[in-house]
Structure formats: structure tokens, C-alpha cells
């Protein structure tokens, strides 16, 4: 079973940028897609981006669109998520998920991170 370590998150001001990475412990994360999720207190999972195996291929939640950027080095077996222009309304856990049937749907992706906080302050 592949594990997951999330790390990068942290406490930023409104406008401020943080990049989270998702590192994996097998080698077989290289072929799989991977998903962003997160979750605010007191609300449900959502879909945050995806990315195919490869990395050529990417898509977001609307509420990112534009300001996160999600990408992958399959050499260091790792995930990345850029998050610039940051709001107060993105503070949430953020967690990395990896091999969905369908992608974008959580209950599908077949393992998960811890996740990491990520706090923005107005």
C-alpha cells in the first residue's frame, strides 16, 4: 500500500502563497493520477485539483481556478500544490489522494494522506 506525507502548510496572510508537496513511498505512485482535497471545519471533503500520471493533464475546482497550481516530479515520487493569492476561505486540511476510478470523487482514490493545516488570516 502506497503511503502519503503531506507537508508545506502552515499559517499565511491573505495574498501570501505556500506550496504544499505530497511525497509517496512507492514507486508505483509514478503511474497512478492524484487528487487535492480539502476540508474546513465543520464541512464536507471537496475536490481541489487533479492530475494524471504523467502530468500532462490538470484540472481544478472553480474556487482555484487561476490561483493553485497542481504538478508532479516522478523522479522524487512527489506531488505539488502551489496555492498563490491566497484567501481566507481557502483554510482548510489539505489532503493528497492517489489512484481514483473516478477522479474528483473522493470515496474512489484508493489511499490518502495525513494531511497538513492550512491556515489563512485576513
Known amino acids: 500500500q502506497v503511503q502519503l506525507v503531506e507537508s508545506g502548510g502552515g499559517l499565511v496572510q491573505a495574498g501570501g502563497s505556500l506550496r504544499l508537496s505530497c511525497a509517496a513511498s512507492e514507486r508505483t505512485f509514478s503511474s497512478h493520477a492524484v487528487g487535492w482535497f480539502r476540508q474546513a471545519p465543520g464541512k464536507e471533503r471537496e475536490f481541489v485539483a487533479h492530475?494524471?500520471?504523467?502530468?500532462?493533464?490538470?484540472y481544478y475546482a472553480d474556487s482555484v481556478k487561476g490561483r493553485f497550481t497542481i504538478s508532479r516530479d516522478n523522479a522524487k515520487n512527489t506531488v505539488y500544490l502551489q496555492m498563490n493569492s491566497l484567501k481566507p476561505e481557502d483554510t482548510a486540511v489539505y489532503y493528497c489522494?492517489?489512484?481514483?476510478?473516478?477522479?474528483?470523487?473522493?470515496?474512489?482514490?484508493?489511499?490518502w494522506g495525513q494531511g497538513t493545516q492550512v491556515t489563512v488570516s485576513s
Open positions: 489522494a492517489g489512484h481514483p476510478s473516478e477522479p474528483g470523487r473522493a470515496p474512489t482514490y484508493d489511499y
Open positions: 492530475i494524471n500520471w504523467s502530468g500532462s493533464y490538470t
